[in-house]
């Protein structure tokens, strides 16, 4: 029940906990998509082409999701 994080804050590796909520969500999300090596896909294709995507979901487009959802939500910070 941890993750593995590679080349974390100063390019160490860290293993943290994970909670037994996420793990459920995680696989939940994986049911989506399938891809057989990544957790978190390049959607360039959708989310049906995911399983083919070659690279993972870039950053920025996870930031920029994050920030119009807590727009929506009327969060400020």
Known sequence: ???HIRNAK???D???PLP????QVLRQFWT???HPT???PNRTRGLKGA???ESPLDRGGVQKTIG???EEMGLKH
């Open 1 to 3: 029940m941890r993750v």
């Open 10 to 12: 100063g390019n160490r």
């Open 14 to 16: 860290r293993l943290v």
């Open 20 to 23: 037994a909520g996420t793990l």
């Open 32 to 34: 989506l998509h399938r």
């Open 38 to 40: 990544l957790m978190f």
């Open 51 to 53: 399983h083919l995507a």
């Open 68 to 70: 119009l959802v807590t």
